[in-house]
């Protein structure tokens, strides 16, 4: 089990950076992966990026070359890096961690909003 909580969202202006965290209650070097999914108004929730427990990432192709998820074990965190951000990017964003335990447990954080805007 493991509680993930958001941070760093807010208002920025098109062409603007944020950096998300997430952060976990537990070790994240033995979780199998994580990721960053986000959900506009009106809009099913889609998955932005995810990193795997030895590191590789995948990135949805709305965001390739513009989003960088990456984590720093020793603080159990997990970042998401935004740049030259578009208002298709405001949305809701989540954390997700999947751990395999017999079988998958999939667990959220609360979600951290992202306005772009001018």
């Known amino acids: 089990q493991v509680q993930l909580v958001e941070s760093g969202g807010g208002l920025v202006q098109p062409g603007g950076s944020l950096r998300l965290s997430c952060a976990a209650s537990?070790?994240?070097?033995?979780?199998?992966?994580m990721g960053w999914y986000r959900q506009a108004p009106g809009k099913e929730r889609e998955l932005v990026a995810t990193?795997?427990?030895?590191?590789?990432?995948k990135y949805a192709d709305s965001v390739k070359g513009r989003f960088t998820i990456s984590r720093d074990v020793a603080k159990n965190t997990m970042y998401l890096q935004m740049n030259s951000l578009k208002p298709e990017d405001t949305a809701v964003y989540y954390c997700?961690?999947?751990?395999?335990?017999?079988?998958?447990?999939?667990?959220w954080g609360q979600g951290t909003q992202v306005t772009v805007s001018s």
């Open positions: 990193i795997s427990a030895v590191g590789s990432t």
């Open positions: 997700n961690a999947k751990i395999l335990d017999r079988r998958w447990y999939d667990y």
């Open positions: 537990r070790s994240i070097s033995s979780i199998n992966s």
